[in-house]
């Protein structure tokens, strides 16, 4: 990472709405950098602050948020800073967004061929004819068969799986930097989605797009995703790239989420759900927010938040459980299985650059 040139860096992001009962702090001192080309995860559970994080980029939150410290640096540029008129000129055009539900994201008034094609026109000035041809190569490019034809269809003549498609063919039409998906695939039914991942892929393979991929499935991101941060109660717990965060996480609440999903078929046939709900960030707990659902903490945790404790180069946790001095825990059997595998391909990773 240290060597890609960064397009957007977010440092100590902290954004909080007002609402009726008080102050709920969404999202408390985020921090990333997204590299050229790279595609970064956040994951986290519903609520997290994901969605949160993901408009502040756009410039689209809600008129009763605000973000109270911190930075986005796109290109080395604050967009916190921007006015809204700047904003509209980055939004699109520089940086797009591909959000959960097609059917909002479409006019149903309006030809899809027309609304691609208004998408680009809105940024560059060319001619309807020219913007035209290129939404039909682009509705090539993400698979809509037949496309010619159907550019002059309505977005109701479409699957949910073919309109996200579309959507995905707006938000790339202007060849923006960033492309901020969140939840892209979560509407979809399973095969579909599956399909939609394979095509953001073959994009990502294709494009030097930057992207940010937010999900709540820590399940669908091991083929798509370079690094991954974990997200809770809108701080980053752990990040790091999908072969530390999958294969040797540190943060108890990245074992829960993967004790969910067991990469080999074992006997067990319980279905492992991390017990308890996220906390109220209307009134946030002193300490480490997962705390009153950590089975490791310990008293501290309770009463200061841990800071991001460094695990390699590319990888920090946010836990207690890394201070120095802090006692030796066993983690849930699952986790172990996959740091036994961390370790086999370390070593032969280790065994093939030395021979
Ligand atoms: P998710 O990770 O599911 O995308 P969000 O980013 O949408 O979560 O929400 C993060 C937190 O911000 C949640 O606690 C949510 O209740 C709160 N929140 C989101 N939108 C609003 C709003 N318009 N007014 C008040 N609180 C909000
Ligand atoms: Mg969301």
Redesign the pocket.
């Known amino acids: 990472m240290a060597d890609i040139e960064s397009v957007l860096t977010i440092e100590n992001l902290n954004?909080s709405?007002s609402?009726f009962a008080g102050e709920?702090k969404?999202?408390r001192g985020v921090s990333f950098q997204l590299g050229k080309g790279e595609t970064l995860a956040i994951v986290?559970?519903?609520?997290?602050?994901?969605?949160?994080?993901?408009?502040s980029i756009m410039g689209l939150l809600?008129n009763?948020?605000k973000i109270t410290n911190g930075s986005i640096l796109f290109k080395g540029e604050d967009l916190v800073q921007k006015s809204e008129k700047e904003m509209q000129k980055i939004r699109g055009e520089k940086i797009s967004m591909i959000f959960q539900d097609p059917m909002t994201s479409l006019d149903p008034t309006m030809t899809i061929g027309n609304q691609v094609a208004e998408s680009l026109r809105l940024h560059k000035k060319i001619s309807r004819r020219e913007a035209l041809t290129k939404a039909l190569e682009l509705l090539e490019l993400v698979g809509i068969p037949e496309a010619e034809k159907r550019m002059k269809y309505f977005p109701h003549q479409f699957s949910g799986g073919q309109r996200q498609r579309v959507v995905i063919a707006i938000a790339l039409i202007c060849s923006p930097e960033i492309v901020i998906a969140?939840?892209p695939t979560t509407a979809l039914d399973v095969t579909v989605q599956a399909q939609i991942l394979e095509l953001l892929k073959g994009i990502q393979n294709k494009l030097a797009t930057s992207f940010l991929f937010?999900t709540?499935n820590l399940g669908v991101v091991a083929n798509i995703a370079d690094r991954i941060a974990v997200?809770y109660a809108?701080r980053i717990v752990e990040i790091g790239t999908v072969e530390e965060v999958l294969f040797n996480p540190q943060h108890p609440y990245t074992w829960g989420l993967l004790s969910s999903m067991p990469i080999q078929n074992t006997n067990e046939k319980r279905i492992f759900a991390i017990p308890g709900t996220?906390p109220d960030?209307l009134s946030l707990p002193p300490g480490d927010a997962f705390y009153p659902r950590n089975k490791y903490a310990m008293k501290i945790d309770a009463r200061q938040m841990p800071p991001l404790f460094r695990v390699s180069p590319t990888h920090m946790a946010a836990t207690w459980l890394l201070a120095p001095g802090a006692p030796e825990v066993t983690p849930p059997a699952e986790v172990i299985r996959r740091r036994e595998l961390f370790k086999e391909r370390a070593a032969q990773a280790h065994a093939s650059n030395t021979s």
């Open positions: 954004i709405f609402v709920v969404a999202v986290g559970e519903s609520g997290s602050g994901k969605s949160v994080t993901a408009r809600p009763n948020a969140d939840e937010i709540h997200i809108g996220p960030t």
